[in-house]
């Protein structure tokens, strides 16, 4: 592959700035042993970018995202912009790269690594060999709703958000559930509230009709309310979950916390544009599952092994490089197995060691594959 691939970087906030660094560190290593060439360009985004332009997404940032053939992100906000009207605060910035970007679908993958299986706080015959991916569609329903406020109401006030979808959005995002089932163990459940949110009865429709077009793809749907409830009880029953947009945001970090630890969690959001050159890759937005932890940043201690699967994802769905998205996960495999660990991940017999260590022990795995 001789052209380049165009890179925004975005650290963001708190431990983006740490975290950031390593995965590219690492997306270099793998550009250099295999004869890729990376082009990076950095720019400011959320608390930081408010800070220096007083918005929290600036036209240059939303420029070089558009341009670029993906997007990595580290994270946004903290306790600093909290006193800030919501319509300017941090994480203004991810919903108007989302919506600007196209990006209607967000892959969330929760695998369990054998050797932290300890660290969950459920009992390890439970979640030994989860294995899953939530879907979440991104761009509709309740947080993009209109109309959408607080106004005076009898006395006092009244808040109201407005949760749509229609059938266009709900068919997109079940073919690209229906598309990564199809990938994996060919089984996908969707979720919904269809017993009593009407949005989400057409939502239980349409998937059903998509489903048409993957006989070989097995369908089943559940209620949100139980489907949080068979998380914890037993994740290993699911293989694909997808789900409307609020409802993922919050399974998917239960989902998240099965494994033990959200450091080690990536994300992809996805839209429909494929990259010049090659029709099969998605432009996306690439970024770990945790937030900017500023009480630990500067120090030396996050955990950047999101960040680097984020960055393997990356390669996997917007460049089309399997076999390099395969190597940095075995690499990341093989640090965890030989005991290393950030401080958030340490426990009694492993060996602690920092983020910019963490870095380049990944790295040294890469080389060594």
Excluded at 81 to 88: N, P, T
Excluded at 181 to 193: E, Y
Excluded at 305 to 324: C, P, R, V
Aim: charged content about 25%; some cysteine.
């Amino acid at each position: 592959m001789n052209n380049e691939m165009h890179i925004a970087v975005l650290p963001g906030d708190g431990i983006g700035q740490e975290i950031i660094p390593q995965a590219v560190a690492v997306l270099e290593a793998m550009g250099k042993k295999l004869g890729l060439a990376f082009g990076f360009e950095q720019a400011v985004v959320g608390g930081c970018a408010i800070d220096q332009e007083g918005v929290p997404l600036p036209d240059e940032t939303l420029r070089l995202a558009m341009d670029a053939d993906a997007v990595l992100l580290g994270a946004v906000g903290g306790p600093k912009w909290e006193g800030l009207d919501y319509a300017i605060r941090p994480e203004r910035a991810l919903l108007g790269l989302r919506e600007k970007l196209g990006l209607f679908a967000n892959l969330r993958p929760a695998v369990l690594y054998p050797m932290m299986a300890d660290a969950s706080t459920l009992k390890r015959e439970v979640i030994e060999g989860i294995d899953l991916m939530v879907v979440r569609e991104l761009t509709g329903g309740i947080y993009f709703g209109q109309p959408r406020g607080v106004e005076a109401f009898e006395g006092g006030e009244r808040g109201f958000n407005t949760l749509v979808y229609t059938t266009k959005e709900i068919e997109r995002i079940a073919r690209v559930a229906f598309d990564v089932a199809r990938k994996r163990r060919k089984k996908l459940t969707s979720i919904d509230k269809a017993n009593v949110l009407e949005s989400t009865e057409l939502w239980r429709r349409v998937v059903t009709q998509v489903h048409q077009d993957y006989p070989d793809v097995a369908l089943s749907h559940m209620y949100v309310d139980n489907c949080a409830m068979q998380l914890v009880r037993n994740p290993k029953q699911f293989d694909v979950i997808v789900t409307t947009n609020m409802f993922g945001d919050i399974l998917s970090d239960e989902a998240a916390m099965l494994t033990g630890s959200i450091g080690l969690l990536p994300s992809a959001s996805l839209g429909s544009q494929a990259i010049a050159g090659r029709p099969e890759c998605l432009k996306g937005m690439y970024e770990p599952i945790h937030g900017s932890a500023p009480d630990i940043a500067g120090k030396d201690m996050a955990n950047p092994l999101a960040t680097i699967l984020s960055a393997a994802m990356m390669l996997k769905y917007s460049f089309g490089l399997n076999e390099a998205s395969t190597q940095i996960e075995t690499a990341v495999f093989k640090v965890l197995a030989q005991g290393f660990r950030t401080p958030d991940i340490a426990a009694e017999g492993t060996k602690q060691i920092g983020t910019e260590e963490m870095g380049r022990r990944v790295i040294d795995q890469i080389k060594a594959l």
